[in-house]
């Protein structure tokens, strides 16, 4: 089956430094990858939506400037999180469909940050 | 927009008991339901994915339904054991997936 791989698995960081999570397919081209961030405890609410190519579409009440994603290719998708703060720890879970949107979604193993 | 509603939040049941699980979703206009399986600090395993023409999925000793004009699933777990114990989810793709806030599965021995 489909394989998508994010790195790094896990990452601890000083309050303002820059994080960058990289996703992965491994074995498919995706021309639309999707992130997530999960709160302790809660579900995965979607943050905006990476196309190839072309700029990312965010959803309402995510800061763009905040969470830089680039998909640079039909295989990596990544999200930088600028400027780190203890708010922003949380699990960051990437997901892919060969063939688009409507696509089986294959998830990433996720990322855990945490801001100190 | 697409809401997502996962009852119960949580469920405690003796080991060997069936149970179900439910997801309901308000917009049928969707291309397919995923349930998945978290443990605590993990990721998503994925369980089984409904396309919006089919009716049920099976796998092992869990089975989903879909009702898409409903807008509800059930995810029924056969003989369940303390290895189930986790959060279950369902997802609702309609072009990107909302996600209900899952049940959280205790099985005792």
């Known amino acids: 089956g489909a394989v998508v791989s994010q790195h790094p698995s896990r990452v601890i960081c000083k309050s303002g430094t820059s994080v960058k999570i990289e996703c992965r397919s491994l074995?498919?081209?995706?021309?639309?990858m999707f992130w997530y961030r999960q709160f302790p405890k809660k579900s995965l609410m979607l943050m905006a939506t990476?196309?190839?190519?072309?700029?990312?579409?965010?959803e309402q009440g995510v800061e763009k400037d905040k969470f830089l994603i680039n998909h640079a290719s039909l295989t990596l998708s990544t999200l930088t999180v600028t400027s780190a703060h203890p708010e922003d720890s949380s699990f960051y879970i990437c997901?892919?469909?060969?063939?688009?949107?409507?696509?089986?979604?294959?998830f990433g193993p996720g990322t855990r940050l945490t801001v100190l | 927009k697409q809401e997502v509603t996962q009852i119960p939040a949580a469920l405690s049941v003796p080991e060997g008991e069936n149970l179900v699980l439910n997801c309901s979703f308000t917009?049928?206009?969707?291309?397919?339901l995923q349930w998945f399986r978290q443990d605590p600090g993990k990721g998503l395993t994925s369980l089984l994915l409904?396309?919006?023409?089919?009716r049920e999925q099976t796998s092992g000793r869990l089975n989903a339904s879909l009702d898409k004009s409903s807008g509800r699933s059930t995810l029924y777990i056969a003989a369940s054991q303390p290895g189930d114990s986790a959060t279950y989810l369902c997802?609702?793709?309609?072009?990107?997936?909302?996600f209900g806030d899952g049940t959280t599965l205790t099985v005792k021995p």
């Open positions: 917009d049928s206009a969707i291309y397919n």
């Open positions: 997802a609702v793709n309609a072009g990107k997936s909302t």
């Open positions: 997901s892919a469909g060969g063939q688009g949107v409507i696509d089986t979604q294959y």
């Open positions: 990476s196309n190839e190519g072309s700029k990312a579409t965010y």
């Open positions: 409904i396309q919006s023409s089919q």
């Open positions: 074995d498919f081209q995706a021309t639309t």
